[in-house]
Nanobody, 123 residues
Framework: QVQLVESGGGSVQAGGSLTLSCAYS????????MGWFRQAPGAEREGLAA???????NYPDSSKGHFTISKDNAKQILYLQIISLKPADTAMYYC?????????????????WGHGTQVTVSS
């Protein structure tokens, strides 16, 4: 079991950037995949990026150029950098982790979730 705690959310102006953090602890093995997701009110949870234990990254086309995922294995922190923030980026942001052979940010593929951090972007 992996424990995940997100931080770094807040209220920001459009056009700015933000870096979210997810501190993780517990047992992770060579086939562990970690990802970032978001969910706006009334919308489905959306996968933004995923990174596997070897550092290979998977972005949906909609995420490319707007989100950057990275991981510090020594500190056990997962990051998500968001640039050029827009009001449409307002959502609760979550990190998640699970074992899987192919590391893809599909929400249904992850069983371990943090509680989320709120990002609110004003115009």
């Amino acid at each position: 079991q992996v424990q995940l705690v997100e931080s770094g959310g807040g209220s920001v102006q459009a056009g700015g950037s933000l870096t979210l953090s997810c501190a993780y602890s517990g047992r992770t093995t060579s086939d562990y995949c970690m990802g970032w997701f978001r969910q706006a009110p009334g919308a489905e949870r959306e996968g933004l990026a995923a990174i596997d234990s070897d550092g290979r990254i998977n972005y949906p086309d909609s995420s490319k150029g707007h989100f950057t995922i990275s991981k510090d294995n020594a500190k056990q922190i997962l990051y998500l950098q968001i640039i050029s923030l827009k009001p449409a980026d307002t959502a609760m942001y979550y990190c998640a982790a699970d074992h899987m052979a192919q590391c893809i940010p599909g929400p249904g593929r992850f069983g371990n979730w943090g509680h989320g951090t709120q990002v609110t972007v004003s115009s």
